[in-house]
Each structure stands twice: as structure tokens, then as C-alpha cells.
């Protein structure tokens, strides 16, 4: 056996563990690329949800502000001035505690005050939950539509049913209400006036028709962008992928041909 072939053997036996060696590297080079590429979409689809999530509140927040009782919430709100003959129509009085957490009471008194007339007369009472018809055109025709099942009143509103033209006048709402502090009571009282106009036909004044067409045209427009984010980022994603697909495939490709280059070398050196 010559010296030559000798010396040859052993780099022979390590050439096929080196080629193993940068298989391995090539393959976790590309994993880790197919790893990045996860994570960057997986941001990119947090993002996404982010833009969808603040889109649709700004969608809601366009809507018309309604309260809910469920949750605590209190707003106060004119009433209405413009009553529709044989039509009925709520007296709205609400009154808002400044301190929410502090315990309270509260009663609610109306009057009324026809035009033909120069003084208030009772009208309606109510406190500890019940309510009082005090004025006798007024009989059967009055509802409590204010807070239910509880003491702590903040809205004193009415409903009057089927309305004449004799209910045209000034309604004047009362709150009486008592806050329960830990060592003493503290009594607040709030009053509001309410001037009531009956009419043959309701009218729709042109600040309201505007208020409602351009809240319609915020929504609309609102979801439309939201479309387009969604579709945006869909795409983005794609092609995001779409890139790490062809990455990797041609990783693989290149290591395969380099694995096969490498073993013909090492047949033609034996």
C-alpha cells in the first residue's frame, strides 16, 4: 500500500461527517428563518386586530349615546318640548348624583302650570316607591317612567298618554334627595322646568335630519375603512408567508444539490 492512498483514508472517513455537520446547519439556518417569519406575521396579525378592535369603537362611538341602566351609568338629558295631540310623550327629569358611591334618597314632586294659569298645582308625587296621581285631569293618564326598585331616584320622568291640547303649559320637576354619609345627612334639592307645546304633527327640525344623515355617513364610511384594513393586512400576511415559503424551498434545494455535489466528490476521490 502506497504512502498516498495512506494518507487519503482518514480525510476520507471525516469528509462524510463534515457534510452531515452543514446539513445540520443548514437545516436549523432555515428553521430559524421559518421561525422569524412566524413571528413577523404573527405581529403583523396583532397589529391587525388592534386597528379592527380600535375601528369598531370608533364605529360605536358614532352611534347615539343611550344609557344603560346596567352598568351604573347616569346622563342627564333635556326633556322634549313638543307633544303630539292623542300621542303620548315622556316628560324626561333626570338628576345625576355627584358622589356615586354615597348612599342616598330621593323623592320626586311635579307640577303643573297650564297656559291659561299663574300658579304651579301638584301634579304627580313619588317617593319609597310608589306613585301619586295629585291632579285630576291627569287621571289614568299618568305613568311613572322614572328609576325603578330603588330609593336612590336620579331619573324622575313621566309619561303622559294619550295628550290634549290642555296639557299645553310649564311642568316643573322637583328632586328632593338626602345623602347618607357615615356620621351625617346631607339634603340636596334640585329643580328643573319643563315648557310643554302640543302640536297637530310632529316636525322634524333640520338640525336633527343633518345630525342623522351624518351620523349614518360616519358609520358607513367607518366600516368601509375597516374593510380595507382587513384586506390590507390580509395581503400582507400572504405575502409574508408566501416569502418564507419560497426561502425555505430554496434552502432546501440548494442543500440537497450540495449534499449530491459533495457525494459525487467523494466517489471520484475513492
Known amino acids: 500500500m502506497s504512502p498516498v492512498r495512506m494518507s487519503a483514508g482518514p480525510e476520507l472517513l471525516l469528509l462524510p461527517l463534515a457534510l452531515l455537520v452543514l446539513q445540520e446547519v443548514?437545516?436549523?439556518?432555515?428553521?430559524?428563518?421559518?421561525?422569524?417569519?412566524?413571528a413577523e406575521a404573527s405581529v403583523e396579525t396583532a397589529r391587525c386586530?388592534?386597528?379592527?378592535?380600535?375601528?369598531?369603537?370608533?364605529?360605536?362611538n358614532s352611534r347615539p349615546m343611550r344609557t344603560s341602566r346596567c352598568h351604573g351609568a347616569c346622563?342627564?338629558?333635556?326633556?322634549?318640548?313638543?307633544?303630539?295631540?292623542?300621542?303620548?310623550?315622556?316628560l324626561g327629569c333626570i338628576s345625576c348624583k355627584m358622589r356615586s358611591e354615597v348612599k342616598a334618597e330621593a323623592s320626586v314632586n311635579w307640577s303643573f302650570k297650564a297656559s291659561d294659569e299663574e300658579n304651579f298645582s301638584p301634579l304627580y308625587s313619588y317617593k319609597n316607591q310608589y306613585g301619586l296621581i295629585m291632579d285630576s285631569r291627569f287621571y289614568k293618564r299618568l305613568?311613572?317612567?322614572?328609576?325603578?326598585?330603588t330609593n336612590d331616584l336620579q331619573d324622575g320622568s313621566i309619561f303622559i298618554s294619550n295628550v290634549t291640547y290642555n296639557d299645553t303649559g310649564t311642568y316643573e320637576c322637583i328632586f328632593n334627595r338626602t345623602l347618607n354619609y357615615y356620621n351625617h345627612e346631607y339634603p340636596t334639592i334640585t329643580k328643573k322646568i319643563i315648557t310643554i307645546k302640543v302640536v297637530p304633527q310632529f316636525t322634524r327640525g333640520l338640525a336633527s335630519i343633518l345630525s342623522e344623515v351624518m351620523m349614518y355617513v360616519t358609520i358607513i364610511g367607518l366600516q368601509?375603512?375597516?374593510l380595507v384594513e382587513m384586506i390590507y393586512c390580509y395581503r400582507k400576511i400572504s405575502v409574508a408567508g408566501e416569502e418564507a415559503l419560497r426561502e425555505s424551498a430554496a434552502e432546501y434545494l440548494a442543500i440537497a444539490s450540495e449534499?449530491?455535489?459533495n457525494c459525487a466528490s467523494v466517489q471520484v476521490a475513492e
Open 26 to 38: 443548514k437545516v436549523e439556518n432555515s428553521t430559524r428563518s421559518l421561525v422569524e417569519s412566524d
Open 49 to 60: 386586530s388592534v386597528r379592527k378592535k380600535h375601528l369598531e369603537l370608533q364605529v360605536c
Open 143 to 149: 305613568d311613572w317612567k322614572g328609576s325603578k326598585h
Open 259 to 261: 449534499s449530491k455535489d
Open 75 to 90: 346622563v342627564e338629558v333635556d326633556s322634549d318640548t313638543e307633544a303630539v295631540a292623542n300621542e303620548g310623550f315622556k
Open 224 to 226: 368601509f375603512w375597516l
